[in-house]
């Protein structure tokens, strides 16, 4: 039982309804064998897209693992989304961009409280492009360590994404790794990170939400 649940990972409970309108349609397709044929196929692609595969996060102290599955798009320095009014000044900022085919969950990269959670209505532009962090649609989240220390990370939708799901509010707490939620078709995930942080991601590698180790704090 154990090794089919690894096998075929769960699925996020906002991908239900895209299975279920999958496998209602094969249903009523069934005396045509190309309606049947395409409802299965619907099925099969959204529990892939939402899927939720189990992470055992590495352990060690003062970790910041990747909050997605995807590529790493951005390395570099900036100020965090204004709506969070938590700091102007340019902090390290490591940028995961996630393609149709990753895995769309968000985890939390460090354990902690939701400090601060703000939303952003915006735009829909290539979510790969440098100013999608400030213009796209977006949810932003600053996490409180019990050491201290703060880290921003932030759901941006991208050019396909419409519908950025957010299971947590301020005041929660979040284990490493836990899944908190998700971007719809397409998306972008941008993690800031304390001054002095050790960043270890490199552009173009590809990471693993929950597991990839992308810095050490302070």
């Known amino acids: ?92 900022r490591i940028s995961t961009f996630l393609s149709l085919f990753d895995a769309h969950v968000q985890r939390a990269p460090v354990a902690g409280r939701i400090a601060y959670a703000a939303y952003a209505p915006g735009r829909f532009h290539p979510a790969d492009e440098p100013a999608a962090s400030q213009t796209n649609e977006r949810m932003s989240l600053v996490l409180a360590t019990p050491e201290g220390a703060e880290v921003g990370v932030v759901q941006i939708a991208g050019l396909v994404a419409r519908r950025i799901v957010c299971q947590v509010e301020a005041g929660d707490a979040l284990a490493t790794g836990q899944v908190y939620g998700l971007i719809r078709f397409g998306s972008r995930v941008d993690l800031y990170l304390p001054a002095g942080s050790a960043v270890e991601a490199r552009l173009g590698q590809r990471a693993v939400g929950g597991e990839t180790i992308l810095a050490r704090l302070p």
Do not use: N, S
């Not at 999958?22 to 049947?36: I, P, Q, S, Y």
């Not at 590495?58 to 590529?71: F, N, R, S, T």
């Open 1 to 92: 039982m154990e090794l089919a649940r690894r096998a075929i990972p769960p699925v996020h409970p906002a991908g239900r309804p895209y299975i279920a309108a999958g496998l209602v349609l094969a249903a009523v397709g069934l005396r045509h064998g190309w309606a049947r044929r395409l409802g299965l196929a619907a099925a099969v692609a959204a529990a892939a897209f939402f899927r939720q595969p189990h992470r055992v996060a590495p352990a060690g102290d003062k970790l910041v693992l990747a909050p997605a599955d995807g590529e790493i798009c951005l390395v570099d320095e900036a100020a965090p989304p204004a709506e969070l009014g938590w700091t102007d000044a340019k902090l390290p």
